[in-house]
């Protein structure tokens, strides 16, 4: 051990991998476009490994569905990777030792241990992209569940009846809380003939995108203002009943939406207390935004190397 931590993030269109010092400190990153292909995605991650100089042991996160031996069942935006034993492969290509996550599972490793969630026991992340996935630490241990699926908070039905989501089901959480979801109020109101505003700046109603509403809104424009709060209301119904499950301390969002805390942060504490069960009994969650941005994946996947070396 040289003491050097690597770590890759694969994402749906570029793969980031990071160099960090035992101490945390980031010493190198490279980052390159995610190949559609399962041979050259695991040459890619070897050649990443390799640049970045990795002793014994990688970590590598992946955006989908992987279990405990290190395959990658399937990943919604890398459409050609189904079943590839990711760990296996990636292992003999490098003759590294390699431990294969979930990347939101990864992501609340890196900001536990480096990010928002320093000090915190008990705690969730959420994560507000194009869908919602999420990880948990309770008890002071990163938690999987029993196949390495734990966390996919997205997939929580809140309205059986609800919009139609990509994984089959109706009104999954994440039509309504994912930033694609801010999106989808926002054009559901211009299509009611709100927000002319924005529609006059963007010419229709599907190139509104949730990021007008956020520049609008801290404008104080008041039906930009009122999306935020039905946005914020779907939020913090999946943050309340994630609360009543878990129990956490603290709640860390990132995604996207990170950098706009205050546009968001209170709308979503407001509807979160009005919500949660026993308010005046305990002690409430802290709810606070991520600090990593886009390096947790691959900070929390370089901690993958020590996180049950400890
Ligand atoms: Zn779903």
Same mark, same amino acid.
């Given at each position: 051990?040289?003491? =050097?931590?690597?770590? !890759?993030?694969?994402?749906?269109?570029?793969?980031?991998?990071? +160099?960090?010092?035992?101490?945390?400190?980031?010493?190198?990153?490279?980052?390159?476009?995610?190949?559609?292909?399962? *041979?050259?995605?695991?040459?890619?991650?070897?050649?990443?490994?390799?640049?970045?100089?990795?002793?014994?042991? !990688?970590?590598?996160? %992946?955006?989908?569905?992987?279990?405990?031996?290190?395959?990658?069942?399937?990943?919604?935006?890398?459409?050609? @990777?189904?079943?590839?034993?990711?760990?296996?492969?990636?292992?003999?290509?490098? #003759?590294?030792?390699?431990? %294969? *996550?979930?990347? $939101?599972? @990864?992501?609340?490793?890196?900001?536990?241990?480096?990010?928002?969630?320093?000090?915190?026991?008990?705690?969730?992340?959420?994560?507000?992209?194009?869908? !919602?996935?999420?990880? /948990?630490?309770?008890?002071?241990?990163?938690?999987? #569940?029993? $196949?390495?699926?734990?966390?996919?908070?997205?997939?929580?039905?809140?309205?059986?009846? #609800?919009?139609?989501?990509?994984?089959?089901?109706?009104?999954?959480?994440?039509?309504?809380?994912?930033?694609?979801?801010?999106?989808?109020? +926002?054009?559901?109101?211009?299509?009611?003939?709100?927000?002319?505003?924005?529609? *006059?700046?963007? #010419?229709?109603?599907?190139?509104?995108?949730?990021?007008?509403?956020?520049?609008?809104?801290?404008?104080?424009?008041?039906?930009?203002?009122?999306?935020?709060?039905?946005?914020?209301?779907?939020?913090?119904?999946?943050? @309340?009943?994630?609360?009543?499950?878990?129990?956490?301390?603290?709640?860390?969002?990132?995604?996207?939406?990170?950098? *706009?805390?205050?546009? /968001?942060?209170?709308?979503?504490?407001?509807?979160?207390?009005?919500? !949660?069960?026993?308010?005046?009994?305990?002690?409430?969650?802290?709810? =606070?935004?991520?600090?990593?941005?886009?390096?947790?994946?691959?900070?929390?996947?370089?901690?993958?190397?020590?996180?049950?070396?400890?």
């Amino acid at each position: 051990m040289t003491g =050097r931590l690597v770590g !890759i993030d694969v994402g749906g269109t570029k793969c980031l991998g990071v +160099a960090l010092a035992t101490t945390g400190e980031q010493l190198a990153a490279v980052r390159v476009p995610t190949p559609n292909n399962p *041979d050259q995605l695991i040459a890619t991650l070897a050649k990443i490994a390799d640049e970045l100089g990795a002793d014994d042991t !990688i970590g590598v996160a %992946v955006p989908g569905l992987v279990n405990r031996d290190g395959v990658l069942l399937a990943a919604p935006n890398i459409t050609s @990777v189904r079943m590839l034993p990711l760990r296996q492969q990636l292992e003999q290509a490098t #003759g590294l030792k390699v431990i %294969v *996550d979930n990347d $939101n599972t @990864v992501a609340c490793l890196g900001e536990w241990r480096l990010g928002a969630g320093r000090g915190s026991d008990d705690l969730l992340l959420v994560g507000l992209g194009t869908g !919602i996935g999420g990880g /948990f630490v309770s008890g002071g241990k990163l938690q999987r #569940g029993a $196949n390495g699926f734990a966390g996919e908070f997205g997939h929580m039905i809140v309205d059986p009846d #609800g919009i139609s989501c990509l994984c089959g089901q109706r009104g999954c959480w994440e039509r309504y809380a994912s930033g694609n979801g801010l999106a989808q109020h +926002a054009r559901r109101a211009a299509s009611d003939g709100l927000l002319d505003a924005i529609l *006059d700046q963007v #010419g229709s109603v599907e190139a509104i995108h949730g990021e007008h509403i956020t520049v609008a809104a801290r404008f104080g424009d008041s039906e930009a203002c009122a999306v935020v709060d039905t946005y914020a209301g779907w939020v913090a119904l999946g943050l @309340v009943n994630l609360t009543n499950l878990y129990d956490p301390a603290m709640i860390v969002m990132s995604g996207g939406l990170s950098g *706009d805390a205050d546009v /968001f942060l209170d709308a979503i504490q407001q509807s979160f207390v009005r919500r !949660i069960f026993a308010t005046d009994l305990r002690p409430l969650p802290l709810l =606070r935004f991520a600090e990593l941005g886009p390096h947790a994946g691959a900070v929390g996947a370089a901690l993958l190397t020590i996180e049950n070396k400890e």
